[in-house]
């Protein structure tokens, strides 16, 4: 999670102190407190859906197994030791608690990540009848992260069949490396080859290769750089791959997430012929030199949209409510798309 003021920092070296997709520390109170009080409703701006019910998410991944719609996001320390939290919808607009992953975290996680206390950043991905679950593991202002793995039959919580099983690390980082290993968002290309990008601030957004059925990681060589602000303290993360008609498109999360109403997170996209790119924005700039083109950002009282993930052609997010002293809450919008092939989303 973030620190409570909502900021981010460098230390004395101008190594970022933070850089993670959702509310690392202020989690520990605020979702806890957001996800026992009686349910909210959301604003209902033009575009995107009116929600209800428990929408107090961060970082959601948006996920649909049968009939039933699922977000599971960052945990809060208070609640189940941290870990990754689950809220469902039989119609996508009305939102329940659905409880947490595990009551306990691996035992092998503290032993990775000195001080770990909360999980963070999930992505979900189905692959020939088996979920993976993707998530993050770090502390506050650190770059000693790791992307865990576990995987499920189900995400419905009443199938008999339904458990969650850990297998693992997928990717690590320590202080050593210019990257940080968080945020995972996983897509699969025509071949059907499983790629995963991530990373937080530090060196920006980076790829490596996947394979299933394990959906560990394929070799280990030096993540491949996919995209880059250019500009200290590379504000950029929360990466997520998207295809449509052929193209690949890149969507990210810039500037500062996590400080209430005076957040400025918004997401960026950029487009390639392949997922492993080079990406563009709309102007030709390349995403590793600063480039992106506005997707989603604050309007008015709807504050630091970010976070992504997308489902069915829904783009999911996190935002910060001024109108309710920056609480933050899930976001739902249709992913449409424009004459020249970009994706496009209204509040």
Sequence with gaps: MRS???TRSTDASGAPQRGVRGIRRLLSAGVAALTLAAPLVACAPAGSWQLTGDLATHDPALAKDGDEWFVYSTGSGTVADGNIQVRSSTDGRTWRYAGEVWEEKPAWLREEVNGVDNLWAPE????????YLYYSASTFGKNTSVIALATNATLDPGDPDYEWVDRGAVIASTSADDFNAIDPG??????????????SFWSGIRMVELAWPSG???GDGEPLRIADRQVPPNAVEAPYLVEHDGDWFLLVSFDSCCRGADSTYRIAVG???APTGPYLDREGVPLLEGGGSILLESDRSR?????????????????YDADLGGQFRLGLAPLEWDAEGW???SW
């Design 343 to 345: 994706p496009v989303a």
């Design 271 to 273: 487009r390639a012929d």
């Design 303 to 319: 504050v630091g949209p970010g976070g992504q993930s997308v489902a069915h052609g829904v783009l999911a997010f996190h935002w």
């Design 216 to 218: 560990l990681r394929a």
């Design 4 to 6: 409570a003021d909502y």
């Design 186 to 199: 996983v897509a699969t290309d025509d071949d059907g080859t499983p790629w995963m990008t991530f990373g």
């Design 124 to 131: 979900l991905v189905e692959h020939d009848g088996t979920w």
